[in-house]
C-alpha cells in the first residue's frame, strides 16, 4: 500500500504518515483529510513514497481524498519547503498558512455547480492501455474526455451505466467535475502536468499563442521609461530589476507596458503592492488600462470565498494579471512571465507573526526558481536592494525625470523649531503659508505620525505620567472620546479628572497627534475645512472612501494625517505639506529608523504639486541642518544612500551582515530570561561562524503584562547565518519553554 506524506497544520518540522486504500489515485498537492489524535484535519500530500519508518500498525489510512481543487505544484511545493527551510518555521504550518482558509478546512470546498467533466492530473497520467479491460464503460469514459471535457448529457450517451461509472472514476480521482462548459480548453491540466514534470527549470512554462487584448496604450513613453522596458523585455530567464524611479516618474507606466507585453505571449503577472487600503483602487486602475484581460485580486480584505475563486483563477491559468498584497506571493501561477514588487521597500512586506517571511525575498526567490524577470519598484528603495544593484547583483534603471513635462519636483524647506513661535506643535510659518493657501483655494497636508490628541498626559504638580499598567508604553490621550488608550494592548480608561498619584487637578497633554492638531487648525481658521485622516477616524470600511471623494471634489482646504495619507494618492490641489514632528527618527535605537523617515517623507513630500501646480513642502525640526533633511532638500536619494550604507558599513549592520532575532515573552521575568541565556549558550557552544550578541529587553519591554526580550545572531555571510540556525532551531525546540512564546525572526525589521 502507498504512503502519502502529509503537511498538517501542526507546530512541529514534519510531514505526517498516512496510509491510502488501493486503487485510490492520490497526487502529489493534493489536499486530503486525514485523522490526528482525536481530530480530523485537512492537510496536503507532500511526497508518496513506498514505505514509512513508522510500525505499519500504528499508520492510520487517509479519510478522504478531496478532489474540490486541483493539486498544488510542485513548484509552489518547492517554493513552500524553501521558506519553512529559510524562515525556521514548521513545513505543514507553512504549507496550510499559504492557502485560502477554505482550503485550510477538513471540508470538501462547495464550489460553483459541476457543469462538465475533465481528467483530473492523474487521470491524464494514466495509461488507458494498462486500466483493467473488464472496466468497460469506465474505459469509454476515460477515453471520450481523453479527446476533450465532457458534459452528463454526453457521457450518458456512452452507455446506460455511465452516470453511476462516472461517480466512480470522480471518487477515485480520475476523473473530475468543474464549473465551465465543455467547450472550453482547459488549460489547468496540461500547465500543472508539464510544471509536475519538471518543477524548477522553468520550462513547463508554456508560451501558448500569441493573445490579444486589448490594452489602453495611454502614453508615449519618455525615453527613460522605454530603456526600462526594453531592458526588461530583452532578457531571458531570471534576472531581478531595481526600477528607481522618482515620484511621478511614472514607475505605473512602466509597469503597465511590460504587462502588456508579458500578457501578448500568454504569460501571467504578478503584481505585488503594500497592505494599505489602496488596493481596490490599483485594482481599477489597472483593469482601465486592460480592459479586457482577466485580472483578480488577493488581499486579505476579500471574503473567504472571493480569496478562494480568485486564486483558483490564478491556478488554473485563467487569471491573467493577480494584483495582490504579500500573501498573494503564494498564489499558483501555472504561466508566471513576471513578478512586479511595487515599493519594495515598504515593511508591510514582511510578515510579523507566524512565517515571518518578506514577501519581497520570496518574490526574488521564486522569480529564480522560475526563470523569470522581477522588477522591484521604488523612489527610495531599501538599502538591501539598493546595495544589491550596486554590487550588480540586481540591475539598476533609473527614472530620474517626472513624467509630465510641467510637473516640477516640489521645493523642500526646514523650519528651525527652535527659533519661531509655536502654537501647540505648529509654527507660526507653517500657519501663515496654509491660510494662503486656503486664500488661493488650494489645499494643504499636515502629516503627522501619531494619532490621539497627546501622546501623553503629565500632571504638573508630580510628574506623574499616564502610563499603562500593563505595557511599558504611555497611554495617549485621545481627547475627543475623553478617554486614555493604550496603542500597544487595547488597553483604555476614562481621563481622570485628577492626578492619581498626588490629586493635583492640574494636567497637562504632552506632545502632538492629529486631534490636537486639528483642533489647533480649527481655532485658527474657524472657516476652514479641515479633515483628519488617521486609523481613528476611517475605522468603518468606507469612511476612507468618502473622504477621498471629499478631497478629491475639493471640499477640503486641510487634511492632518497620518503616514495614511502618504502613499499614493494623487491630490490635484494639494500643493503644501506640512512634517510636524519627524526628529524622534533621528536619534531612535532603531538603526532603520532614518532610512524609514527618509522614504516616508520622500513619499509625502510627492504627494504636493502632482499636477500643474507647484508643491511646497515645509519640514519643522530642530535640526535643520541634519543631512537626511539636506538631502531631502536636495532630492538626493543617491547621496543619502551612500551615506547610510557606508554609516552600515562601519557599524556593522545590514546590509553588510544578515540577522536573526530570537524573541521570548512570558509572565515571568525569570523564565524568560532563563530561556534566552540558555538559548544563547547553546549557540555559543555550536561554535559556528557567527556573532551571538547579548541577551537584551524588547523595545517595548512588557506589553499586556507579558515581560518580553530577545537576542540577536548575525553572520557575514546568509549562509553562515542559515547553517548556524538550521543547527540551533532542534536544540531550542526541545529547551523547557513552558508558558513561554518564542519565535525566530529572520530578517527582521523591528527590532
Ligand atoms: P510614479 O508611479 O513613478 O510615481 P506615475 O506612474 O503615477 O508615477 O506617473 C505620474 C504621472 O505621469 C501620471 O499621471 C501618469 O499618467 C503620467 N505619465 C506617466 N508616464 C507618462 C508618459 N510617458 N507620458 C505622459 N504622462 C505620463
Ligand atoms: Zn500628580
Ligand atoms: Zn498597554
Given amino acids: 500500500m502507498p504512503i502519502v506524506r502529509v503537511a498538517l497544520d501542526v507546530p512541529l518540522s514534519t510531514l505526517f504518515d498516512y496510509t491510502v486504500a488501493e486503487g485510490i489515485a492520490v497526487a502529489i498537492g493534493q489536499r486530503v483529510t486525514v485523522p490526528f489524535g482525536r481530530r480530523q484535519m485537512a492537510g496536503v500530500v507532500m511526497e508518496v513514497v513506498a514505505a514509512s519508518d513508522m510500525a505499519p500498525e500504528r499508520i492510520k489510512p487517509v479519510k478522504q481524498v478531496l478532489h474540490d481543487s486541483a493539486p498544488l505544484s510542485a513548484e509552489l511545493l518547492a517554493l513552500l519547503r524553501f521558506c519553512s527551510d529559510y524562515y525556521r518555521y514548521p513545513i505543514g504550518q507553512t504549507v496550510l498558512s499559504a492557502l485560502p482558509a477554505r482550503l485550510r478546512s477538513d471540508k470538501p470546498v462547495i464550489g460553483k455547480p459541476v457543469l462538465s467533466y475533465r481528467l483530473s492530473a492523474s487521470g491524464a497520467a494514466l495509461d488507458l492501455d494498462a486500466f483493467p479491460k473488464r472496466k468497460v464503460v469506465q474505459r469509454r469514459i476515460l477515453a471520450k474526455l481523453t479527446e476533450q471535457p465532457c458534459n452528463l448529457a454526453q457521457l450518458k450517451s456512452l452507455s446506460a451505466t455511465a452516470g453511476a461509472q462516472l461517480k466512480v472514476l470522480v471518487a477515485e ?67 531581478c530589476f531595481l526600477l528607481h524611479g522618482i515620484t511621478g516618474s511614472g514607475k505605473t507606466e512602466v509597469y503597465v507596458h511590460l504587462m502588456h507585453h508579458m500578457l501578448q505571449r500568454g504569460g501571467q503577472v504578478l503584481l505585488l503592492v503594500p497592505e494599505i487600503n489602496l488596493t481596490p483602487q490599483l485594482e481599477n486602475y489597472f483593469r482601465s488600462r486592460f480592459p479586457d484581460v482577466n485580472l483578480v485580486s488577493l488581499h486579505s480584505g476579500l471574503s473567504e470565498g472571493e480569496r478562494l475563486h480568485n486564486w483558483q483563477q490564478a491556478q488554473s491559468g485563467t487569471a491573467q494579471i493577480v494584483l495582490g498584497t504579500r500573501l498573494a506571493v503564494f498564489a499558483e501561477l501555472p504561466r508566471l512571465a513576471l513578478i512586479i514588487v511595487d515599493e519594495e521597500h515598504d515593511g508591510s512586506f514582511k510578515q510579523q507573526d507566524g512565517l515571518r517571511y518578506s514577501a519581497r525575498d520570496v518574490a526574488i526567490f521564486r522569480a529564480s526558481q522560475r526563470g523569470v524577470a522581477i522588477v522591484l519598484g521604488s523612489a527610495t528603495p531599501s538599502l538591501e536592494s539598493y546595495h544589491n544593484a550596486q554590487s550588480g547583483r540586481y540591475r539598476m534603471l533609473r527614472l530620474t525625470g517626472r513624467a509630465l513635462a510641467e510637473a516640477r519636483l516640489p521645493a523642500v524647506r526646514c523650519i528651525n523649531i527652535n527659533q519661531t513661535v509655536m502654537h501647540h506643535g505648529i509654527s507660526e510659518n507653517l500657519l501663515r503659508e496654509i491660510g494662503q493657501r486656503i ?25 506623574w505620567l499616564s502610563g499603562c499598567k500593563h505595557c511599558a508604553g504611555k497611554m495617549v490621550l485621545h481627547l475627543n472620546e475623553q478617554r486614555l488608550r493604550c496603542h500597544h494592548c487595547g488597553y483604555q480608561i476614562r481621563v481622570p479628572s485628577a492626578c492619581p498619584s498626588c490629586g493635583n487637578a492640574d494636567l497637562l497633554p504632552v506632545g502632538s497627534g492629529t486631534q490636537r492638531v486639528e483642533s489647533v487648525l480649527q481655532e485658527r481658521f474657524p472657516e476652514a475645512r479641515i479633515l483628519r485622516v488617521d486609523r481613528d477616524s476611517t475605522r468603518n470600511k468606507r469612511a476612507w472612501q468618502t473622504m477621498r471623494e471629499q478631497i478629491h471634489a475639493n471640499e477640503v482646504d486641510i487634511l492632518v494625517g497620518t503616514q495614511m495619507l502618504a502613499k499614493g ?31 516616508q517623507l520622500v513619499q509625502v513630500a510627492g504627494r504636493a504639486g502632482r499636477a500643474d501646480k507647484p508643491g511646497e513642502v515645509l519640514v519643522q525640526t530642530a535640526f535643520p541642518d541634519h543631512p537626511l533633511f539636506r538631502a531631502l532638500q536636495a532630492h538626493d536619494f543617491e547621496g543619502w544612500a551612500e551615506a547610510q550604507l557606508a554609516e552600515r558599513k562601519m557599524a556593522g549592520f545590514p546590509p553588510f551582515v544578515y540577522q536573526a532575532m530570537l524573541r521570548v515573552e512570558g509572565r515571568q521575568e525569570e523564565a524568560v530570561y532563563a530561556f534566552l541565556n540558555q538559548a544563547r549558550d547553546a549557540a555559543v557552544a555550536l561554535q559556528h561562524a557567527v556573532e551571538i550578541l547579548g541577551v537584551v529587553p524588547a523595545a517595548l519591554p512588557r506589553r499586556a503584562n507579558h515581560i518580553r526580550a530577545q537576542l540577536l545572531i548575525q553572520g557575514a555571510k546568509r549562509k553562515d547565518l542559515q547553517q548556524f540556525l538550521r543547527a540551533w532551531q532542534p536544540l531550542l525546540d526541545v529547551l523547557p519553554a513552558q508558558k513561554l512564546r518564542w519565535s525566530l525572526d529572520i530578517d527582521p525589521l523591528e527590532f
Fill in 173 to 239: 480521482g480520475w476523473v473530475e467535475g468543474f464549473a465551465g462548459t465543455q467547450n472550453i480548453r482547459n488549460p489547468v491540466r496540461a500547465e500543472l502536468v508539464e510544471a509536475n514534470s519538471c518543477p524548477s527549470t522553468g520550462s513547463g512554462r508554456t508560451v501558448s499563442s500569441i493573445q490579444e487584448h486589448s490594452f489602453d496604450n495611454a502614453h508615449i513613453l519618455t525615453g527613460e521609461q522605454q530603456r526600462a522596458v526594453d531592458a526588461i523585455t530583452q532578457t531571458s530567464g531570471y534576472a
Fill in 439 to 463: 486664500a488661493r483655494k488650494e489645499q494643504s497636508l499636515l502629516f503627522i505620525n501619531r494619532r490621539g490628541y497627546a501622546p501623553v498626559l503629565m500632571c504638573t504638580g508630580c510628574g
Fill in 569 to 599: 494618492h494623487d491630490f490635484p490641489a494639494l500643493t503644501l505639506v506640512g512634517v510636524l514632528n519627524p526628529d524622534s527618527a533621528l536619534y531612535s535605537s532603531d538603526f532603520r529608523a532614518a532610512e524609514k523617515l527618509f522614504a
